[in-house]
């Protein structure tokens, strides 16, 4: 008759943790000494509570003891890595949020490592050696930029000229063109950089409003990700808010009639993550822009997803450029640097430099301020727009890929996973991408998709696995496939997306 072992007798078979970490060196010199006993601690007090619990048998602790250094370094090596990795986009949304937005140049990667990896000039003027200020490296560029490189048409007057003068005029603005090109001049821009767009907002309103009321339709409170609300933030920023109009139609008369002696701003947002179709009105911005001035009161616009490249190239319509906001009188705006600029997480303030050096010397301004590598890439990403080089901005790149282009690559992976992978359905379909952040809300761009479907696991499942994948492959789900849109996954990565639809079934 075989004899069944005790519990203590089960519990003298587990080492010492010494004696574990002996066994487990190489573990403890790859992760550290430290960690490597806190892992051995743990992994011996579960196998005395399942010894205890009588869940054991003696070939199981004596199994489990051969393991142990196994075990440890598995574990180890889950909790010590790192939990912010890349991934593929194969969404088709262009600024997904939960990814990370817009991907960084290739030069603004190298411009933040060069400038993180040692000491920058990010505060200080190197001609006078004395301390400078850190928006200088961006500032003049967005004023090139911004301002107009070309003269064809009569500057449009400085806002700093026209405030405080009921009876001037507003001239007819030139029309809108495309950043770079001649046709329109404005005066001086300012801008400054803060960590992001709510940040942006929040400084500015509290800058040139806090204590009086702002003025904004009722059709622009609006919500964004994370609950992030124009009306809270108003509170928050120490203004308050004097909603004007109905939710469809607002007419400049509205704004004209709230006007009274505690108005400090006249607001516009932009409605960046939706539309409002049919019985609408919203007043023009020269119509804004002329009752500012006619009253004295600085007009700001919230625009939040930054556009600076004209989208009606790549046929997307609607969404307004800084260049024209500012050029039809804006006195102050505010963008994201991280959507439709394809930049850094950022906010910049950007308007006259009488407005934009108040916000500057708010206490709230260092608070906010950006870090020398959001610095750098935002520097490198400008540089490209000034260079017309729209190709090496990722997220304009996506942009402006045709659909032959998409399909092209689309139609070879499918061959290729219909050899490796017979397993599988595989097909090339139609699909629609979509600019995504919060940005040209209900603009599509025609697109091709890899759809992958199996009679062996159903759509969830690959989507689940794919994102297990050694680099996450992040698709979407419809209609029971797996759509793997081409036009955001960048060229170079088609075959890592190859292998993981490869490996989904052995």
């Not at 072992?5 to 190489?26: C, G, N, Y």
């Not at 399942?50 to 574990?75: D, F, H, K």
């Not at 659909?403 to 629609?432: F, G, N, T, Y």
């Not at 088609?494 to 993981?500: G, I, K, M, T, W």
Request: proline content about 5%.
């Amino acid at each position: 008759m075989v004899s069944v072992p005790s519990q203590s007798e089960l519990f003298r078979l587990l080492p010492s943790v010494d004696e574990l970490l002996r066994e487990a060196q190489p573990v403890a010199t790859k992760f550290g000494h430290a960690v490597a006993v806190e892992a051995s601690r743990t992994l011996l007090e579960e196998l005395r509570s399942r010894i205890a619990r009588g869940e054991m048998s003696e070939q199981e602790v004596t199994a489990a003891v051969e393991g142990a250094p196994a075990e440890i370094e598995r574990r180890l090596g889950q909790a010590m890595a790192y939990s912010l990795r890349p991934v593929i986009n194969a969404t088709g949304v262009i600024l997904h949020t939960n990814l990370g937005r817009a991907p960084l140049s290739e030069e603004a990667l190298r411009h933040v490592v060069e400038v993180a990896r040692g000491y920058s000039s990010i505060e200080m003027d190197l001609e006078s050696g004395e301390r400078g200020e850190r928006d200088v490296h961006v500032s003049g560029l967005f004023e090139k930029l911004l301002g107009g490189a070309g003269v064809s048409t009569p500057p449009f007057p400085k806002r700093r000229e026209m405030m405080g003068h009921p009876d001037s005029v507003l001239p007819t603005p030139p029309k809108e063109c495309e950043v770079g090109h001649p046709g329109f001049s404005l005066g001086e821009i300012a801008t400054i950089v803060v960590n992001n767009n709510a940040a942006a907002v929040l400084i500015t309103l509290n800058t040139l409003a806090q204590g009086g009321e702002v003025i904004v339709s009722r059709g622009e409170l609006v919500e964004i990700g994370g609950s992030f609300r124009i009306p809270d933030v108003m509170a928050k920023s120490g203004a308050v808010l004097r909603e004007v109009g109905t939710t469809n139609r607002t007419r400049i008369a509205d704004y004209e009639r709230a006007i009274n002696e505690k108005t400090r701003l006249l607001l516009r947002v932009h409605r960046s993550n939706f539309e409002i179709r049919g019985f609408t009105e919203q007043p023009l911005l020269e119509e804004l822009s002329a009752l500012a001035r006619k009253r004295g009161i600085p007009l700001m616009e919230d625009l939040g997803s930054g556009d600076i490249f004209d989208l009606r190239t790549v046929g997307v319509h609607g969404e307004p450029t800084i260049a024209a906001s500012l050029q039809k009188g804006v006195d102050v705006v505010t963008f994201s640097g991280d959507k439709l600029l394809g930049g850094p997480q950022a906010g910049l303030i950007s308007g006259t430099p009488e407005l934009v050096a108040k916000v500057r010397k708010n206490p709230l301004f260092r608070a906010l301020r950006a870090d020398k590598m959001f610095y750098a890439a935002l520097e490198a990403t400008m540089l490209a727009y000034l260079r017309r080089d729209y190709d090496a901005i990722p997220a304009l790149r996506m942009m402006r890929l045709t659909e032959e282009q998409i399909d092209e690559r689309a139609e070879h992976m499918m061959r290729k996973l219909r050899i490796s992978s017979p397993k599988l359905r595989v097909q090339v379909v139609q699909v629609q991408s979509v600019i995504g952040g919060g940005s040209a809300p209900g603009a599509t761009l025609a697109s091709r998709a890899v759809a992958v479907s199996s009679a062996e696991m159903g759509a969830d499942e690959i989507a689940r696995k794919l994102r297990e994948w050694e680099t996450p492959v992040i698709a979407r789900v419809e209609e029971g496939q797996v759509l793997l849109d081409l036009r955001t996954v960048e060229p170079d990565k088609d075959e890592a997306v190859l292998r993981a639809v490869e490996s989904i079934i052995d």
